[in-house]
């Protein structure tokens, strides 16, 4: 379970990063990235919640520490999804007709 949260923080820091240079640069591409590897760490976490309750069903984790390690996937999805509205916000994609370069 540690190895997991681990590498699950290590990959938001990662996305962070990267929202961080976007609002530096408003870089489509890096927008597109990070909207991306958003939808990508969303189903890593579903995955991670999904095999949470396999072990709980197979008696490997214990109940009581559940809520807590939920928690921290809901909390780590609401980056997520904050990286990925900043990315839609800073680098909207363009109307149909406007040209990629288009900045409103």
């Known amino acids: 379970?540690?190895?997991?949260?681990?590498a699950l923080f290590e990959r938001a820091v990662e996305l962070l990063e990267c929202t961080g240079d976007?609002?530096?640069t408003g870089n489509r591409v890096l927008a597109r990235h990070v909207e991306a590897e958003g939808v990508r760490f969303q189903e890593l976490v579903a995955e991670c919640a999904r095999a949470h309750e396999q072990r709980i069903d197979e008696g490997v984790c214990r109940p009581d520490s559940s809520s807590g390690f939920l928690g921290i996937l809901d909390y780590l999805r609401e980056i997520t999804r904050q990286t990925r509205l900043i990315a839609r916000r800073i680098a909207p994609r363009p109307a149909p007709g406007e040209g990629p370069l288009f900045r409103n």
Request: neutral net charge.
């Open 22 to 24: 976007l609002t530096l």
């Open 1 to 6: 379970v540690m190895r997991e949260v681990n």
